[in-house]
């Protein structure tokens, strides 16, 4: 499980056995936000989230500021989107 991005406390992970949709984890020392990274025309949402409602806000945040980079590190994973 490769850690593609670590900010303001986070650390986004992709999962080299998962599957489609493209979706990240996002992880602190609370909780664990499970975000599908959506596309070029759709934003990224919150799947499914363990811990404090404002990390899972945190974390979308995060992931919709660096969408089109995860999108890539998904590809460059799983070689699809």
Request: proline fraction near 4%.
């Amino acid at each position: 499980m490769p850690t593609v991005l670590r900010k303001d406390g986070f650390r986004v992970v992709i999962y080299f056995d998962d599957h489609l949709p493209s979706h990240v984890h996002v992880l602190n020392a609370e909780s664990e936000v499970k975000i599908d990274l959506g596309s070029k025309i759709k934003q990224p949402t919150v799947l499914e989230y363990r811990g404090d409602r404002r990390d899972a806000v945190k974390a979308l945040q995060l992931v919709i500021s660096h969408q089109s980079d995860l999108l890539e590190a998904w590809r460059q994973i799983h070689g699809e989107a």
